[in-house]
């Protein structure tokens, strides 16, 4: 089952894509207003069962997608996190004990299908394809092997850029991960059930239609139940958090000369089980 957040012209709607459109249930359980709250309340399969039987209510072009999880608590991003993107920095230092990670709001990312936003200040907008796992029962100092169970479901991130923005300063890159809309979270939630899901997946993105970034979670420098482990150590994770896990290499700033995105640009993200996120590139 795919679950997933739409827009359309009656307003935000929640349910399920199935072949031939989509299926809202959001008007069947008024109880919880976005996902976040049906995955709170772990009624996912309520969903499922809902959808059991009935007809598509809207059609492919009377809805856009928007992010699967419009109002999650805290977006988490991991970086630095395969071998190949830690040899990038050319520092000659191997990889660290511990992971970098930054935060990063809702409003920065959109939904699948949508245009990445390249804003007039700058024209280094880059791509960075990742798995994000969106976390189904809290917790707090989660142990790696009771990590996964702290999982509700799976999705792919397009985590935006804006390349000279992450280094107007000394030490954070909050500014350029942040910009309204440079980023895309979806298409759809795919319920996590088992380790295979996640354990060793290929993970691909394309620029119009060429091979930029290849790599496996097995490659990981920190793997997921390290992420969740770590992160909770310090934060009390909740229903609806999402972790986005690390970008391979091959963004567009490591060519020489940097290809960066203009408009026009199709960028499609790619992981087996999960689906694929494709977006387009406009200026703002």
């Not at 059991?52 to 970086?79: L, N, W």
């Not at 004990?97 to 920065?108: A, C, Q």
């Not at 990742?130 to 917790?139: D, L, R, T, Y």
């Not at 990981?220 to 992160?231: A, D, T, V």
């Amino acid at each position: 089952m795919k679950y997933a957040t739409v827009n359309t012209e009656d307003g935000p709607l929640y349910g399920v894509v199935v072949e031939g459109g989509f299926i809202a249930l959001s008007p069947d359980f008024p109880q919880w207003k976005t996902l976040r709250g049906v995955i709170e309340a772990g009624a996912l399969k309520d969903l499922a069962q809902a959808a059991m039987g009935r007809d598509v209510t809207h059609a492919p072009g009377s809805f856009t997608y928007a992010i699967p999880v419009p109002d999650p608590e805290k977006i988490i991003c991991v970086g630095v996190n395969f071998p190949d993107r830690n040899a990038e920095y050319k520092d000659g230092q191997e990889a660290p004990p511990n992971m970098s990670l930054f935060i990063r709001f809702p409003r920065s990312f959109t939904g699948a299908e949508q245009p990445l936003i390249r804003p007039p200040e700058t024209p280094q907008l880059d791509y960075e394809g990742e798995i994000a796992v969106v976390i189904g029962k809290g917790g707090r100092r989660i142990s790696q092997a009771d990590a996964y169970d702290h999982i509700a479901a799976l999705t792919l991130c397009n985590e935006g850029t804006l390349r000279d923005w992450v280094r107007h300063a000394k030490f954070n890159v909050t500014q350029g991960k942040n910009w309204d809309n440079s980023g895309a979270i979806g298409p759809h939630l795919v319920p996590f059930t088992h380790p295979a899901q996640l354990d060793d997946i290929r993970l691909t993105t394309r620029v119009n239609g060429e091979l930029r970034q290849d790599d496996r979670t097995s490659r990981m420098l920190f793997p997921i139940r390290r992420q969740i482990e770590y992160i909770s150590t310090f934060t009390t994770l909740v229903p609806g958090d999402i972790i986005v896990t690390g970008t391979p290499t091959g963004a567009g700033a490591r060519f020489d000369p940097p290809r960066y995105l203009v408009p026009g640009d199709e960028i499609v993200v790619e992981a087996e089980g999960i689906g694929t996120l494709t977006n387009t590139v406009e200026d703002e």
